[in-house]
Each structure stands twice: as C-alpha cells, then as structure tokens.
C-alpha cells in the first residue's frame, strides 16, 4: 500500500501558515519574521524550480551555492536510497564505513599537495569551526598558547558557529550575537571595486598587502595562529581580490609560521573549474581547506576539513596527551558520502570540471556586458560560474532610497520572467548549477537584461 499517496496533503495556505507560524529561518528578521512568506518550492528539475503556484524558474542562486550536478539525478536519489538500507548510520567515534573510507581517499586524491588528512563535519560552519580549534589544538601542543589570533576580512563569510561567525566579517556590527572578538583582527575590505579613485589595480594590491603586513606588526606573528580567507568572498559579494593578492598573502604567513586557512565552502567543486581553487586557480597551497556545499551538490548535508600532513605532524604528540576531541555524530555519515561519491562521479563522466571552465568565459563576457551597458549598474563583477551585479552608489531617484532595494526589486522582476537571484542589499548574486549550457546562460542572461532595463525606467521616473 503506498501510504503516501493515500495521506491527504496540506492545503498550500496550510503550509503557508505552518511556515509562517513554527519555522524560525536562518537569518530571520526578528520584527517581521512572522509576516514573511517563502517561496515554496516543490520540485526541480536541471536547473530549474518549480513553485507552490506552479511557476518554472531558473535556479539562479543554485540553491545556496551548491547545487553543482543540477536537480532530478535519479541515479543519485538511487545511490542515497541504497545506502540507506545497506547502512544508514556507522559511529564515526568507533566505526567507519566504506563510503566514508572511499570518500576521504578521494578528497585527498584532489586535494592540493600534502592536504591529505579529512575530518568530516555536518556542513560548512563546522568545517572552519574545526579548523579555527585545530589551529588552538595546535599551538597548544606545541607550547605557544598565545599564538591564537585569527586574521580574517571584512566582508568575509564564513557560518554560524560561534568561532565561524566571530571569524565572519559581514555586518558584524548589526548583530545582537556574541563573538569572539578577543580571537579575531580583521583585515579591510580587499574589494577593487571600492578602492579610492586614481588607485591602480596594481597600487590596490599592494595596499591590501601591506594591511596584512601591518597587523602582523601591529599584533606580533607569535599572537597570530591563523589567517582564514575565501578565494573569492562569495557571500559578501562575489567579490574577487586584485591579481597576486592570494600569493602574497600566503608568503606571508609562510614566512611568520601563520596558518592559511582557505575556506572553499563556495569555491571547492567546480565553481571556477576545478575541485579546488586554492592551488590550481590562484598557486597557493594552504595549510588547511574547507569545503561542503557542492561536495555532495546539496543533495545531502556533508562537510570536510583537510589538513597538510605538515600540520598533522605538528599536532601529533605522546599517547594521550593529543587526542582531537572534535567530531560530530553526523561525521562521515554514510548516506551523505554515499551522496558526494556519486556527485563525484558524476562531476567526473560528465566532465562537469571542463564544462564550466568551457561556459565561463562567456557567463562572465555577458555578465560584464551588463556593466558596460546599464547605468543603474556600478559594477558587475565574478569568476567562473560566480556573478554579482552591485547597484551604482550615486543614483538619484529618491524612490529607491535605493541601492538597499537594487537586489530584491531586481529577482523580483526577474522572477516574473522565470528566473531566481539572490538579492544582497544593494547586490544582487547568481551561481547557477553547474551543468547550464550556454543557451541557458544567455536566457539567464537576457532576462537580466530585460529586468534592468524595467529598473532602469523605474530609477528614472
Ligand atoms: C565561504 C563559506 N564558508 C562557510 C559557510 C557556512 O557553511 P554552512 O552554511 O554549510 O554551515 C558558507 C555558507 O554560505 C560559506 O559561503
């Protein structure tokens, strides 16, 4: 008997209102949470959505990022499926099982260098909340318990956790939550686009630099465990730091024995081409690397820190005196590397790697395109399948009071003709999943177009 079938659903204003009245969703607005109302999706297919109204959109955002290999994989739903009832769960304390085996293996295998060591956590908050603690653990060990501030950057995105948010340097100020303000010096925005005028590039990149430079001094390499960076601060605005600025940075924390964390939450699996974009994108080789997101293309939640052998080494100690208390029950879950090893699999016979770095260059000729054509738009900026568009700061029109509006009012209209942004303020951002062809890109595209030439009317009436 198929129960499922028989269950009566829900009417939609039912959901709505059980939405509405028992779901608390990340980053809800205290004073209105309980007027907002999701777009509720209910199935998807490729790169597309479909709504509770029945309407087909393109998944601009790609889920939050993550959803790589696209929607609607029957043989990934299968391989889930058949891992559930062969094994669902294995105690990662006691036991280990043949996906999680297979699946730290090959991690290792495409991940830089001698980052060869994978802990799996439960996502991407966990995986730098591991990382921060390894880099404490570590200087524990070796007798240098001051050796604990961690660098990181304004606009720098990296979860929710309490040590991954005290890292994170997005409206750090507007928040009513504690950090760990002790354990953190922030470096200033490194984003080009709002670097004083007449600054080159080139100047721009020395600049940011040299704020590395001075915090070091300022604070003393022997205070400093770690610098945590994203290749490209993703959820801060796709914003891409000026050419050099990865490698410099790591010399120097090679040469003041800091820890390059790099957090490929966003980056690692493919988004700009490769499974990760530390060493093959910018020719850094970090100490540590997170990841999750499209690890198993959102399917199932899974994350992973790896750590270089050189690290692992250092951190090894007598019996007892070194154990890594840090883990999760849901670390290495069967199911969810079942998942990534078929996401994997995937990404590999359909060549997905090669596939992005094929389309990006035309994803980013259009997306540039839109800069150079609309006013309302200051700049329009990404790499491989990342873009963001930023409104322009000096629009007049008072109705718009407007570049906090410029994000929302953009997907709006834009969802009317069938495709989905993720609106940031002022931005708006897109990474779609990673098998959309070119002619999806120029629908994708030409919707933009179309969506800011209504803003562009609207701005100026
Ligand atoms: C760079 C980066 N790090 C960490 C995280 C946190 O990941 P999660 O939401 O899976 O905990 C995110 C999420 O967007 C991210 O973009």
Same mark, same amino acid.
């Given at each position: ?153 304004? $606009? ?17 100020? $507007? ?287």
């Amino acid at each position: 008997m198929n129960r499922i079938a028989k269950t009566p659903r829900p009417s939609d204003a039912k959901l709505t209102a059980y939405d509405r009245d028992h779901h608390l969703h990340p980053w809800a607005d205290m004073e209105g949470w309980r007027s907002d109302e999701y777009m509720r999706v209910n199935t998807a297919e490729g790169i597309h959505v479909w709504d509770s109204k029945g309407r087909k959109l393109i998944d601009g955002p790609g889920g939050m990022w993550c959803v790589q290999i696209g929607y609607g994989r029957a043989e990934m739903a299968q391989a889930i499926a058949e891992q559930a009832m062969r094994m669902p769960y294995a105690s990662p304390w006691s036991l280990t099982s043949e996906p999680a085996a297979l699946l730290a293996r090959q991690i290792a295998e495409r991940a830089p260098g001698d980052l060869n060591n994978v802990h799996f956590t439960t996502g991407g908050s966990t995986a730098v909340d591991t990382a921060l603690r390894a880099v404490q653990f570590l200087n524990n060990r070796l007798g240098r318990p001051d050796k604990k501030i961690i660098l990181a950057r304004e $606009k720098g995105y990296h979860g929710s956790t309490y040590l991954a948010s005290s890292v994170t340097g997005k409206e750090r100020f $507007k928040t009513k939550f504690d950090n760990a303000s002790e354990l953190v010096h922030f470096l200033p925005d490194v984003n080009p686009y709002h670097r004083p005028a007449g600054t080159s590039i080139e100047a721009w990149c020395d600049a940011k630099v040299a704020d590395m430079e001075n915090a070091i001094a300022e604070l003393g390499a022997g205070n400093i465990g770690a610098f945590i960076a994203e290749p490209i601060l993703c959820s801060g605005g796709v914003i891409v730091p000026p050419e050099g600025y990865h490698r410099r940075t790591w010399e120097l924390c090679r040469k003041h024995d800091i820890l390059y964390i790099s957090d490929e939450v966003v980056t690692g699996f493919g988004r700009l081409g490769h499974w990760f974009a530390s060493q093959d994108v910018f020719g850094i080789k970090p100490d540590m690397i997170t990841c999750a997101k499209g690890l198993t293309s959102g399917y199932l939640p899974l994350g992973a820190l790896i750590i270089s052998d050189e690290v692992m080494e250092r951190m090894a100690g007598p019996a007892g005196e070194a154990v890594f208390y840090n883990g999760y029950t849901y670390s290495g879950h069967p199911v969810s590397c079942a998942a990534a090893l078929k996401n994997i699999e995937i990404m590999e016979r359909e060549d997905i790697l090669g596939h992005v770095r094929r389309v990006a260059p035309h994803f980013q000729t259009r997306l540039k395109k839109l800069g150079e054509t609309y006013d309302i738009v200051g700049d329009a900026r990404g790499m491989g399948l990342l873009g963001c568009l930023e409104c322009r700061p000096e629009l007049p029109n008072e109705t718009y009071k407007a570049h906090a509006r410029f994000g929302a009012r953009l997907d709006e209209v834009c969802e009317e003709m069938g495709l989905m942004l993720r609106p940031y303020g002022n931005m708006a951002v897109f990474s779609p999943p990673l098998i959309i062809t070119k002619d999806e890109i120029d629908e994708m595209f030409d919707i933009m177009e179309a969506g800011l030439e209504r803003l562009t009317a609207e701005y100026n009436g």
